[in-house]
């Protein structure tokens, strides 16, 4: 696994082996309770990870994991 330095840009796209994304690795229950995501079944409560098949809420223009990924300042 690359590791990414403080002020490396790759940072914002980062995703690991369990699907957790962004460089502070966001899985899908914190961006449901942020309302930028809505999901049933997510890792920990029926998932062996974050699989992002379910449905982006299109909060401020987000609605696909790739857009998250490249909008450091959501």
Known sequence: MRKLLS???NQYQF???LSFIGK???GKILLIRLAYYKA???Y???AD???WRDRWTQKKG???KLKFLN???V
């Open 49 to 51: 990870k974050n699989y």
């Open 7 to 9: 002020g490396d840009q």
């Open 62 to 64: 987000i609605d696909s």
């Open 24 to 26: 502070y690795q966001f």
């Open 71 to 73: 909008s450091p300042n």
């Open 15 to 17: 995703e690991n082996p």
């Open 40 to 42: 049933n079944i997510y």
């Open 44 to 46: 920990g409560h029926g």
